[in-house]
């Protein structure tokens, strides 16, 4: 699924860079038959058909709207069939609705997708590339594990305003990562979405990211108390919630060189874990009784051995590969029953230069709230990611999903605690 592309020394146009990251999205779509695009098994699923219409009405919305004189929408209707959650914007179709969408049609929406990138191709046909932009949306990270990788680019700018002296390069950019966040959405959804077809059907024959496992001993690493820095900083992109870059005081703390794998959360699971009111916060066990939970999401017991559904179809369990599609609550009783617990997400930033990271989203113990000096642009954009924070965990890293490029030490994904359709997994600490 990782389109290896490796970037060159001379460094890309905006318009490059722009056709490459749309290129990888249809790149996705290729397995797919047309029945695929529309199901939308529960409400935090998102139809392939939604997702890459979203993102095209992102650019013609954001962008051509606003930078190119009398341009013409490619549909009216298509600004609240496919705007995600844009006050700001307007009205928009029910997000638990999107799957009812039997129209436009799959072909209707890859021609709105022509449509604007023919659009967005021309407008930035005038624009160059400075050196800085030479890693934004790249695909030089290896797939797997990325310590540190870095997607740089212009973007928000340390007092966060994003329409800074370059509005138009600074809006695609912001564009360009919010794709590649879909891009993400697509597999992680779509694997949803097949998994609870009875059939089991793979996305891609003979392909399992999720088996991917770290080498190497497993151990802690020890961190001595003291201040430090957290937050992007640098020249490249960040979002928002990134900013600003800050001190915290952080007593002395230990933290596992490698994930929790599966081998060791089936040994919770056998010892009853589920069952242990004393593992889990009051919430997570209501969350466990309520939804008859007792493995890890995907994972199904076949005439007696531990199966999983992975983007390859249902296979044997593989022991040795990271723990997948598990809750906060669920990494939360796993560190209790261990005697552990979970890294904020602060001790997981300044430790995350001594481990290999890149497998899966990592959850942490902290609550997803705003830096100091935090400030959200005004206008659409500014609904990025201020108003979701509240009752969300945040995770770090980046997944076997994440496309290559897109992620950095400083990224702060952010879910509720119930949800495990992403390939989240845990470290420990203590």
Same mark, same amino acid.
């Given at each position: ?52 219409? @979203? ?11 606003? =930078? #190119?004189?009398?341009?013409?929408? =490619?549909?009216?209707?298509? $600004? ?16 638990? @609705? ?5 129209? *436009? ?36 990270? *290896? ?12 973007? /928000?700018?340390?007092? $966060? ?20 966040? @879909? ?14 077809? *009875? ?13 991917? @496992? ?16 957290? $937050?992007?900083?640098? &020249?490249? =992109?960040?979002?928002?919630? &990134?900013?600003?870059?800050?001190? #915290?005081?952080?007593?002395?703390? &230990? ?23 004393? =593992? ?6 209501? /969350? ?24 390859? $179809? ?28 979970? *890294?904020?997400?602060?001790? /997981? ?50 997944? #076997? ?30």
């Amino acid at each position: 699924m990782q389109a290896a592309q490796s970037l060159t020394s001379k460094p890309e146009t905006l318009a490059e860079i722009y056709s490459r990251v749309r290129a990888y999205t249809e790149h996705l779509c290729e397995p797919l038959e047309i029945e695929d695009y529309i199901p939308q098994p529960v409400v935090d699923i998102s139809p392939p058909k939604w997702n890459i219409a @979203h993102t095209t009405w992102f650019f013609e919305e954001m962008i051509l709207k606003r =930078f #190119v004189p009398d341009y013409r929408v =490619f549909d009216e209707n298509f $600004g609240f069939l496919f705007n995600s959650y844009y006050n700001t914007i307007g009205e928009r179709t029910a997000r638990d @609705h999107r799957g009812a969408l039997s129209r *436009p049609t799959v072909k209707q929406v890859f021609e709105y997708r022509n449509h604007v990138d023919v659009q967005m191709l021309d407008l930035l046909s005038g624009l160059g590339s400075p050196p800085v932009l030479r890693e934004v949306a790249g695909f030089s990270s *290896p797939p797997g594990l990325r310590r540190g990788a870095d997607a740089s680019s212009a973007g /928000w700018s340390a007092d $966060g305003v994003v329409n800074g002296d370059d509005p138009l390069r600074d809006l695609v950019v912001l564009g360009l990562n919010h794709e590649q966040q @879909h891009q993400e959405l697509f597999i992680t959804d779509l694997k949803y979405t097949l998994s609870v077809n *009875p059939l089991f059907p793979a996305y891609r024959e003979n392909y399992a990211p999720e088996e991917t @496992h770290e080498s190497g001993t497993a151990g802690f690493i020890e961190f001595k108390e003291g201040v430090y820095e957290m $937050g992007y900083a640098g &020249e490249g =992109f960040c979002f928002d919630n &990134e900013l600003s870059r800050h001190k #915290v005081y952080l007593n002395d703390f &230990e933290i596992a060189s490698r994930l929790a794998t599966n081998f060791e959360f089936l040994e919770f699971v056998n010892d009853h874990g589920y069952r242990d009111h004393r =593992f889990w916060h009051s919430e997570g066990l209501d /969350w466990v009784k309520q939804n008859a939970v007792d493995a890890p999401l995907h994972w199904h017991k076949v005439d007696g051995e531990w199966h999983q559904y992975t983007l390859g $179809g249902l296979r044997k369990m593989n022991f040795d590969a990271p723990v997948c599609h598990v809750s906060y609550y669920e990494a939360a009783a796993f560190a209790a029953w261990k005697e552990m617990r979970l *890294p904020t997400e602060f001790e /997981w930033e300044a430790a995350s230069e001594k481990f290999d990271w890149g497998l899966r989203w990592e959850w942490t113990n902290s609550a997803y709230l705003p830096y100091p000096g935090f400030k959200k642009p005004d206008g659409a954009v500014g609904e990025y990611n201020g108003k979701f924070m509240i009752n969300q965990m945040v995770l770090r890293g980046a997944s #076997v999903a994440t496309p290559p490029g897109h992620s950095r030490q400083t990224y702060r994904n952010f879910f509720h605690p119930h949800l495990r359709w992403q390939f989240t997994g845990i470290r420990l600490a203590r």
